[in-house]
C-alpha cells in the first residue's frame, strides 16, 4: 500500500469513527434527499442517479447531527434539516462546475461534462428550489433565516472572487473574507441548525465552532491543491493556479518574492491556459517562499479557535466526536 493510500485508508477510517455516535440518523439523511429532490421527468431521475453516486462524506449533514446532540437531547427533526443543507451544498457544487466549466468532482464526472452545461445550471436551480421548498415545510422562521444566510453569503462570496480585477492584488484580508463566504458560512449553518434542532443553550459556541472549522477546512482544501495529485485529490493538481485563483500558499509568497520572480507568476496568471511547466514553477516559488508553512500555520490557528469554541460543552461523546473532526479536517488527503 501506498503512503497517499494508507493517509487515505486512515482519514476515512476516521470519520468513520466521528460518524458513529450518529450513524443510526445520518443513514437515513440519504432517504431524505431523495425524498427532497424527487421529480417526476426523466432527465432529473438520470442526473439524481448521478449526484447520489457522486455523494460525498456527508461531513456537513455529520455536523448538523452531532451539534443536534451535544446535550444529548436530539430532535427529530434534525435529520430532514440535514438533509435540506446538503441539498443545498450540491446545488452550490453543481453551479461551482458549470461556472468553472470543471469536467471532475471527486474522481467523477460532473453534472457539467456528462451532461451538458445548460443541464447543469438548470439542475443546481432545481437543487435550490426543491431545498427552500423543504424549508417552506419546516415551517421555523429561525431556520429559514439561518439558510438565507448562508445561500446569500455563499452567492456574495462566489460574486466576489468573479469580480476581483486584478488577482495578484488579492489580500490575506480578501482571502479570509471569501472563505468566510464561499465555505465557511455553510459549516457555520450546519452547526447553527444543529443547535436550534436539540442544543439551543449552545447556539453561539457552535456558531463559532462551524465558522471556524470552516475556515480551517478550505485552507486545508487549497494547501491541497498545492500538494497532492490527482490521484488523491479527484482532480488535476495545481488546479487553482490553472483557473488562475489566488489562495492564501501564493498570497503568503507573493510578499517576499524578488522582482523577477513575481513576473514568473504573472506569465502564469496572463496566460489564457498555463502550462505544466508554468504551473511547476510557481508552485516552486511558493514552497521556496514559505506560503505552504504560512498556510498551514493559519490552519492550524483556525483548528485551535474551533476547539476552544467547544470548551463550555458539556461532555458528551457528541462533544467529543466534534473534537475529533478538527483532526479530520486538518488530516485529510482529498
Not at 425524498?35 to 448538523?64: C, Q, S, W, Y
Not at 439558510?147 to 484580508?173: I, N, Y
Not at 509568497?253 to 502550462?275: G, I, N
Amino acid at each position: 500500500m501506498t503512503v497517499s493510500a494508507r493517509s487515505r485508508a486512515d482519514v476515512s477510517a476516521a470519520l468513520h469513527d466521528i460518524q458513529a455516535p450518529v450513524r443510526d440518523r445520518l443513514d437515513r439523511v440519504s432517504g431524505e434527499m431523495s425524498r427532497i429532490v424527487a421529480a417526476d421527468l426523466p432527465i432529473v431521475a438520470e442526473v439524481n442517479r448521478h449526484l447520489a453516486a457522486m455523494k460525498g462524506k456527508m461531513f456537513r449533514p455529520t455536523l448538523v447531527l452531532l451539534s443536534s446532540a451535544v446535550d444529548e437531547t436530539p430532535e427529530e427533526r434534525a435529520v430532514p434539516l440535514a438533509a435540506t443543507l446538503e441539498v443545498l451544498h450540491l446545488a452550490t457544487l453543481v453551479h461551482d462546475d458549470a461556472v468553472d466549466h470543471s469536467v471532475l468532482r471527486r474522481g467523477m464526472p460532473t453534472i457539467n461534462a456528462l451532461f451538458s452545461h445548460q443541464v447543469s445550471v438548470i439542475m443546481g436551480d432545481l437543487l435550490y428550489a426543491r431545498a427552500l421548498t423543504e424549508i417552506v415545510r419546516l415551517n421555523d422562521w429561525d431556520v429559514a433565516r439561518v439558510f438565507a444566510e448562508a445561500s446569500t453569503t455563499m452567492t456574495l462570496g462566489e460574486l466576489r472572487q468573479l469580480g476581483a480585477l486584478d488577482a495578484l492584488a488579492f489580500s490575506e484580508d480578501d482571502y479570509d473574507a471569501l472563505i468566510r463566504a464561499k465555505t465557511a458560512s455553510l459549516f457555520r449553518a450546519a452547526c447553527e441548525l444543529g443547535a436550534l434542532s436539540g442544543a439551543r443553550a449552545h447556539r453561539d459556541a457552535l456558531v463559532r465552532y462551524g465558522e471556524r472549522l470552516g475556515m480551517a477546512f478550505q485552507v486545508q482544501d487549497d494547501l491541497l491543491d498545492y500538494t497532492e495529485g490527482q490521484e488523491v485529490t479527484g482532480k488535476p493538481s495545481g488546479l487553482d493556479l490553472r483557473e488562475h485563483k489566488v489562495t492564501l500558499p501564493l498570497i503568503a509568497a507573493l510578499r517576499t518574492m524578488r522582482p523577477s520572480q513575481r513576473k514568473v507568476v504573472e506569465a502564469l496568471f496572463a496566460a489564457a491556459t498555463p502550462d505544466d511547466r508554468q504551473v511547476q514553477d510557481v508552485v516552486a516559488l511558493v514552497v521556496e517562499h514559505g506560503g505552504l508553512e504560512y498556510a498551514r500555520r493559519r490552519g492550524d490557528q483556525f483548528a485551535r479557535e474551533a476547539e476552544e469554541a467547544l470548551a463550555d460543552l458539556p461532555e458528551t461523546p457528541f462533544r467529543a466526536a466534534l473534537v475529533d473532526a478538527i483532526g479530520y479536517v486538518m488530516d485529510r488527503r482529498w
